[in-house]
T-cell receptor, first 120, second 115 residues
Framework: GAVVSQHPSWVICKSGTSVKIECRSL??????MFWYRQFPKQSLMLMAT?????????EQGVEKDKFLINHASLTLSTLTVTSAHPEDSSFYIC????????????????FGEGSRLTVL | AQSVTQLDSHVSVSEGTPVLLRCNYS??????LFWYVQHPNKGLQLLLK??????LVKGINGFEAEFKKSETSFHLTKPSAHMSDAAEYFC?????????????FGIGTKLQVIP
C-alpha cells in the first residue's frame, strides 16, 4: 500500500515556541491531505483539509492562525503549531487520500505514524 | 447527515475466541466504509474497506466485515483472536457530502485479548 511518512514522531517544546510537523506521501501524489488531532482515549478529530496549491479548509472551532497548514507540493504538507501552549499537547496524525476509481470519494486513506507533541 | 456509532467502547475476549466489534452508520449518500486499527502510539492501519462491491469484505490478519444496508451496519469479525490483535479499532464512513469527501470516525473500540 501507499506510504505516508510523518516527522517528527515525538517533539517536546517550551510554551510560546512554534513547532512544525511534516507529512509526506512517499510513493504517490496526494492532492489532498488531512490533519487530525487525537486526545487521550478519544477518536480522531479532523482539524483541516490540506489542498495542494490552495488554502487549507479548517473545521469549525479550529484556529487557522494557530494551526498553520501549508501544502506546497503534491507530496508534502506541513502543520505548524504557532506559539504552542500546554493545551496544544496532543497526538497529531496526517493522512493522504488515494483517489478511487473515477476520482470519487472512495479512495483509501493512508495515515502517518503520528506526532506526539508535548508543550512544557 | 453522516455519522458513525461504535456500540462498544471496550471489548474483552479470550485468546482463540471470536471477535465482534460493532459499527452502525448513517449516510445520505452511497458510503464507503473502513475499519482501521491503531496500536499504542502508532498511526492507523487499514484493516479492510467496503466500496460498493462485495458486501462481505475480507481484510488483513484474518479480519472481515459485512456491509448490511438494511441494518446500516458494518460489524468487524474475526474467528479466533490473537494476542497481537489487542489494539484500538476505528470504524470510518466516507461519502461525497455536498460535493466534497467527508470522513467521519467512530469513537473507537478498545480490544483486549486475555491469554
Amino acid at each position: 500500500g501507499a506510504v505516508v511518512s510523518q516527522h517528527p514522531s515525538w517533539v517536546i517544546c517550551k510554551s510560546g515556541t512554534s513547532v512544525k510537523i511534516e507529512c509526506r506521501s512517499l510513493d504517490f501524489q496526494a492532492t489532498t491531505m488531512f490533519w487530525y488531532r487525537q486526545f487521550p482515549k478519544q477518536s480522531l478529530m479532523l482539524m483541516a483539509t490540506s489542498n495542494e496549491g490552495s488554502k487549507a479548509t479548517y473545521e469549525q472551532g479550529v484556529e487557522k492562525d494557530k494551526f498553520l497548514i501549508n501544502h506546497a507540493s503534491l507530496t508534502l504538507s506541513t502543520l505548524t503549531v504557532t506559539s504552542a501552549h500546554p493545551e496544544d499537547s496532543s497526538f497529531y496524525i496526517c493522512s493522504a487520500r488515494v483517489m478511487g476509481r473515477g476520482g470519487l470519494g472512495t479512495g483509501e486513506l493512508f495515515f502517518g505514524e503520528g506526532s506526539r507533541l508535548t508543550v512544557l | 447527515a453522516q455519522s458513525v456509532t461504535q456500540l462498544d467502547s471496550h471489548v474483552s475476549v479470550s485468546e482463540g475466541t471470536p471477535v465482534l466489534l460493532r459499527c452502525n452508520y448513517s449516510s445520505s449518500y452511497s458510503p464507503s466504509l473502513f475499519w482501521y486499527v491503531q496500536h499504542p502510539n502508532k498511526g492507523l492501519q487499514l484493516l479492510l474497506k467496503y466500496t460498493s462491491a462485495a458486501t462481505l469484505v475480507k481484510g488483513i490478519n484474518g479480519f472481515e466485515a459485512e456491509f448490511k444496508k438494511s441494518e446500516t451496519s458494518f460489524h468487524l469479525t474475526k474467528p479466533s483472536a490473537h494476542m497481537s490483535d489487542a489494539a484500538e479499532y476505528f470504524c470510518v464512513v466516507s461519502d461525497l457530502a455536498g460535493g466534497y469527501q467527508k470522513v467521519t470516525f467512530g469513537i473507537g473500540t478498545k480490544l483486549q485479548v486475555i491469554p
